[in-house]
């Protein structure tokens, strides 16, 4: 028996990366799931693979910063599978830039997508989270949600306001019976930062400072989704769950020396 077993979740930017790795575990543990994203084929293809690998799934695109497009994930989910029990509100995207070098453009799609974005999954799937007597948010922040980095001030800014909606969540919905959390990663290998990762000199600076000496995998942060979403964690809400390698723990100036 799974940890979600006969559980339907709703996983946003479920295409690649972390959402990925999330939905195909989710459905690994026994729930139900759609696979929420703009990039059609690619979404297509993991909702496939997780129904050749013996799990229920399907596609809806969807634009989370689109109000329509939420609601329609979330009747999707309860027409399809008879209603919903989690929401894994994980789609973002990030701007490398300074904040007088944002556009308002720039700033303002930044955070339609992570933080308005959350903000109309969350207002969709709540009413139907209540039919079924509760259920639990998953949202994907940062420990950029805390902790600042240089040139990414829309991101950093998003991912605090992310932090923020997941305990205003969880206060107003306590009676309802659904919980919310934010899961705060670290630096994790996806398309997002290939370009990062791809500067040799920059890849050792970062990680000199980091105790775990490496990014995670997307199927590092995944098991921690899946238990934030399941009864495991009944009594775990409006918390900020830092998934960071110990990045966040070590003392401003500090350095692990490394070979390579």
């Known amino acids: 028996m799974g940890r979600v077993d006969g559980k339907v979740a709703i996983v946003t930017g479920a295409a690649s990366g972390i959402g990925e790795a999330c939905a195909r575990l ?31 799934a399907i596609f809806v695109r969807c634009d989370v910063s689109n109000a329509s497009d939420c609601e329609h994930a979330v009747a999707e989910a309860v027409s399809r599978f008879g209603g919903l029990d989690i929401l894994h509100a994980n789609a973002g995207v990030e701007l490398d830039k300074a904040l007088t070098d944002t556009t308002e453009e720039e700033w ?14 969350c207002r969709a799937a709540i009413p139907a989270m209540k039919a079924r007597g509760g259920g639990a948010i998953v949202i994907t ?4 949600g805390m902790q600042a980095e240089p040139r990414l001030a829309a991101y950093c800014a998003s991912k605090g306001g992310a932090v923020m909606l997941a305990k205003s969540i969880a206060i107003d919905y306590a009676l309802d019976n659904i919980r919310a959390n934010a899961l705060c990663p670290g630096w994790v290998q996806t398309a997002m930062s290939d370009s990062f990762f791809a500067d040799p000199v920059a890849k050792k600076h ?9 990014a995670a995998t997307p199927g590092e942060i995944a098991p921690v989704a899946v238990f934030l979403a399941s009864d495991d964690a009944r009594f775990v809400t409006g918390a900020a769950w830092i998934a960071d390698g110990g990045l966040s723990a070590v003392l401003p100036g500090h350095r692990f020396d490394r070979e390579g």
């Open 26 to 56: 989710f459905a690994k543990e026994g729930a139900a799931v759609v696979v929420a994203d703009v990039q059609e084929a690619k979404g297509r293809a993991v909702a496939g693979a997780i129904g050749k690998e013996g799990g229920r």
């Open 108 to 121: 303002d799609r930044l955070h339609g997508v992570n933080l308005k974005g959350v903000f109309l999954c």
């Open 141 to 144: 922040a940062s420990v950029n």
């Open 206 to 214: 970062w990680f000199g400072v980091s105790p775990a000496g490496h």
